[in-house]
């Protein structure tokens, strides 16, 4: 049982590290996209 335990707890700090890395990732995309825009309607 305490295996499982630490099983699912490796786990969610995995998809927490995940969700970190998307989460820079969507933002320097974001960034990118809003200087696009702004390079295009200048």
């Not at 786990?11 to 390079?39: C, I, V, Y």
Request: proline share 0%; glycine share 4%.
């Amino acid at each position: 049982m305490e295996n499982l335990l630490q099983n699912i707890e490796k786990f969610l700090s995995f998809s927490d590290e995940k969700l970190a890395e998307l989460s820079e990732k969507n933002q320097a995309l974001k960034l990118q996209e809003t200087k696009k825009e702004r390079g295009g309607h200048a």
